[in-house]
Each structure stands twice: as structure tokens, then as C-alpha cells.
């Protein structure tokens, strides 16, 4: 490697933009490679991460971006099972301790050990990063990194988010919020036998949810959406997946599941929504958050993405546009994913 700096959109203030500079060309230590980055898509989250509106904030200057894909440039000491020139991604969950109850028992995702790319560790928003070569994604040959890219974050969060719903083929599963995340979860759902409904307040949005398969649709700014999906489904849906940047979203979720339904949590705006009790204990709800996923999650996420089963809707930018593209976010902007093409 003879470069000794690189170009990256670096987070220097919340709330402040990204500032797009040359960064210091990192070596990999032990465990880690070097990859020079093909692409990388914009999650929701690295926004909340610039702006720092978590409770648990990531500390600046630092590059962000989790669905990166590039190519392995360089191995650092240890032994290794990908190699110079293998095409790996970065992970959210880039690193875990390995040997914790949670990673010794399938819940390495929360690992208090764990290192979250491009929040504790720099991202993908530059040409170049590290990634942990015993956590990072295998992508599969011959596939446009452009578009599988969102599979990394987006399409393991609600594939994994889908199948803690527990939600069976045949019944229904509310996608709420059609963004990023949500217009790949119909296209999982539909791929799990699952029937789809899909809400979010853009009819745009709602469109594209019937284009991956949704077979109903609310429109949450017009119309009631608990009242259209019971109404729908007589008597509520199965599983609810609320993937939406609001935390009304959240509350709404409570009155579109049926008796015993199971609700669970991808999204993460701040703030937090009234949660009727009555209603949660007489109707036996179950409510529960998911964290991105496993690598046996992400193996899987990505089989089903090789097998054609899944394609994200993406448009590609480049990495200076990555400020125009988070304002674009911040308004519900962005039709399905953006991603960097490097
Ligand atoms: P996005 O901006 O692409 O999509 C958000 C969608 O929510 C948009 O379509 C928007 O119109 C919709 N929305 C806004 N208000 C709504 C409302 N009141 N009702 C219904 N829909 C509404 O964002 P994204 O990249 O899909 O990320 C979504 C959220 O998921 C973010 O908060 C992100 O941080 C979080 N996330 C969580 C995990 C996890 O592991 N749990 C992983 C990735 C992202
Ligand atoms: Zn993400
Ligand atoms: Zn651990």
C-alpha cells in the first residue's frame, strides 16, 4: 500500500455536515484487512449518527457508513479465512467479543463488548477502511455492489426483525415505514410466504411497497391505520415490523396486531410513544426490539439477495453527494436506498 491518506466524509460536530477530507490511511492489526471500498449505502442510522441524537453517542471525528463493499487490499497478523482480492463488506455489528454469554449463546448482536461500524469504529463513507475479517460479510460473486449493498444492514435487520415476529406463511405482517429498511422487508416477507401489508405517510412510498409485493396499503396521514388493517385482515395482523423514523409509528403498531400478535421494533428515531397497557395485556401482545442480526443472519439475508430473491431498490451517488443525500433522508425523501458508488 503506497497511498498514506484517503478520502472520507468525515462526522467533526453533530448536527453539522459532513466534512469531506483526506484521513490518515489506516493498518490493518490483527484480525483486520484493508479494503478499498466499491460502494457503500446510507442508512438511516448513519444520519442519526451525525447528528448524535442517540443516547449512546459515537465520538467525533469519525467516518461512518455499515454497508460498505470493497475489495481486500491487505491482511494484518492472525490467521485468515478471506484473502487478497476476496470482496467483503462492513457490518454494524463489526466486531464481538466471541466469548460472552450472549456470543457463546446466538445473541452476539448484544454483545457489551461489540464494536458498531462506522460509530465506534470508521465506516464506509471513504475509499478506503478496515474491516474485523472473523465478523465482516462474505459477498457472494458476480453481484452490482451498488445494490448489495443494502443488504448488509437494511435487508439483515428486517430479515432477522421478520423472523422474531414469528410471523407464519400464509399470515400477515404490517411493514411499517417504507424506507431503506422497509421496501426490502416486503420483499423478505414475500419471500418468507408472508401476506403484506405496508404503511408509511408517502403514497410514493406506498407504491413501491406494491411494486415488491405488498398486497395492501395505508396511507398512515389519511387514513387510521389501525382501523384499515383490522378491517383488512379481520381482526389484525400476525406480526408487525415497524421500521419507521416516528415514534407515532410505534404507537399505531399496538392497534394494527391481532390478539397474541407480536410487534417488533427495527426503527430507532429519539423519543418515545404512549403504550397502552390495557390494550397490550388484554389483546397478550408481545413487543420486542431487534438488532440488526447474526452472521448466520447475514449468510442467510445474503443467500436469499444471490438466489434473486430480494432486490433493493437503489439509486447510486457518489460520495460528495452524501450531505445532499442525508438532507434528502431527513424529509422522507429517498426512494427505497442511496449508495456511494466509489
Ligand atoms: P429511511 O429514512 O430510509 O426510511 C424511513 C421511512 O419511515 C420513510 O419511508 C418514511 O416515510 C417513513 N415514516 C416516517 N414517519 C412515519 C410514520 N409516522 N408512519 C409510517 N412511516 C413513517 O430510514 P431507514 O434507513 O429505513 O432506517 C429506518 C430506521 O431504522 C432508522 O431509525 C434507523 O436508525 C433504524 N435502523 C435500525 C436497525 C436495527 O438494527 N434495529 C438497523 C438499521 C436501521
Ligand atoms: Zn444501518
Ligand atoms: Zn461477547
Not at 139 to 161: H, S
Not at 317 to 329: H, Q
Request: with cysteine.
Amino acid at each position: 500500500m503506497t497511498d498514506t491518506t484517503f478520502r472520507a466524509a468525515v462526522v467533526e460536530d453533530f448536527g453539522a455536515e459532513l466534512n469531506l477530507r483526506d484521513v490518515e490511511m489506516p493498518t490493518p492489526g490483527r484480525n483486520q484487512a484493508l479494503v478499498k471500498l466499491q460502494a457503500s449505502g446510507i442508512c438511516h442510522t448513519d444520519l442519526h449518527a451525525a447528528e448524535g441524537d442517540w443516547p449512546v453517542k459515537p465520538e467525533p471525528p469519525f467516518v461512518a457508513g455499515h454497508e460498505g463493499v470493497g475489495e481486500v487490499v491487505e491482511l494484518g497478523p492472525g490467521d485468515h479465512t478471506v484473502k487478497v482480492g476476496d470482496i467483503v463488506g462492513n457490518v454494524w455489528l463489526w466486531s464481538a467479543c466471541g466469548e460472552c454469554v450472549y456470543c457463546r449463546t446466538g445473541w452476539e448482536t448484544l454483545c457489551s463488548q461489540a464494536e458498531y461500524g462506522g460509530y465506534t469504529v470508521n465506516g464506509s463513507f471513504g475509499t478506503y477502511m478496515l474491516v474485523d475479517t472473523r465478523y465482516c460479510a462474505r459477498i457472494p460473486e458476480g453481484f452490482d455492489p451498488v445494490e448489495v449493498a443494502p443488504i448488509l444492514c437494511a435487508g439483515v435487520t428486517v430479515y432477522k426483525g421478520l423472523k422474531v415476529s414469528e410471523t407464519k406463511p400464509g399470515q400477515f405482517v404490517v411493514i411499517s415505514g417504507v424506507g431503506g429498511l422497509g421496501h426490502i422487508a416486503v420483499q423478505y416477507a414475500v419471500a418468507m410466504g408472508m401476506r403484506v401489508i405496508a404503511v408509511d405517510i408517502a403514497d410514493e412510498k406506498l407504491e413501491l411497497a406494491k411494486k415488491h409485493g405488498a398486497e395492501f396499503t395505508v396511507n398512515a396521514k389519511h387514513a387510521d391505520p389501525a382501523e384499515a388493517v383490522q378491517e383488512f385482515t379481520g381482526g389484525g395482523a400476525h406480526g408487525v415490523l415497524v421500521t419507521a423514523v416516528h415514534p407515532q409509528a410505534f404507537g399505531q403498531a399496538i392497534g394494527m396486531a391481532r390478539k397474541g400478535g407480536t410487534i417488533v421494533f427495527n426503527g430507532l428515531p429519539p423519543g418515545d410513544f404512549p403504550a397502552p397497557i390495557f390494550e397490550i395485556v388484554f389483546k397478550a401482545l408481545t413487543i420486542r426490539g431487534s438488532l440488526v442480526g447474526t452472521r448466520q443472519d447475514l449468510a442467510e439475508a445474503l443467500d436469499l439477495y444471490a438466489r434473486g430473491l430480494i432486490k433493493p431498490t437503489v439509486s447510486e451517488c457518489s460520495l460528495d453527494d452524501v450531505n445532499a443525500v442525508f438532507e434528502d433522508l431527513r424529509h422522507g425523501k429517498v426512494d427505497g436506498r442511496m449508495a456511494i458508488r466509489y
